[in-house]
């Protein structure tokens, strides 16, 4: 299984937060991790406001492991049609357009933005967890 994590959910296995386990064991259980570029800027302020500059770090040293997707044209264009046909926000929209250029059958789509997640799930993606409790 590939994994594809937004912010919210990578934040998860730094900060001990509802759903952290859930997110802990999907990355051990993974054969790889994905994430937009974008979403480095995110977790890291996200981490660092919450635990500190030296739990950032430790994301910091672990981001050569995942498989980063680049801000370019496509995804920009891509991104911004989601963003108006979902009434998603900028950063929400390029993290769904880059999951979206991953898509195959054994991508498991991470987030806990319920807007985020419904626009993902309307596109075929599974998600991680499978409901927002």
């Known amino acids: 299984m590939n994994l594809y994590l937004d912010a919210s959910a990578l934040v998860k296995r730094y900060v001990a937060e ?3 386990d859930t997110v802990r064991r999907a990355m051990a259980d993974a054969e ?3 994430m937009c570029r974008i979403g480095f800027v ?9 635990a500190g500059e030296h739990v950032a770090q430790r994301f910091e040293a672990e ?16 991104a ?3 963003a108006v046909a979902s009434r998603l926000r900028t950063r929400d929209a390029l993290h769904l357009a ?8 054994d991508l498991l789509f991470a987030a806990w933005d319920e807007r985020l997640r419904s626009a993902a799930g309307e596109r075929g993606l599974r998600l991680l967890p499978e409901a927002l409790g």
């Open 18 to 20: 509802p759903g952290s």
């Open 32 to 34: 790889a991790w994905f």
């Open 80 to 82: 911004a049609g989601l």
């Open 98 to 105: 880059a999951a979206l250029l991953l898509r195959d059958e």
């Open 42 to 50: 995110e977790t890291y302020r996200a981490i660092g406001i919450a």
């Open 63 to 78: 981001w050569a492991a995942f498989g980063s997707i680049e801000v370019d044209a496509d995804l920009a264009e891509a």
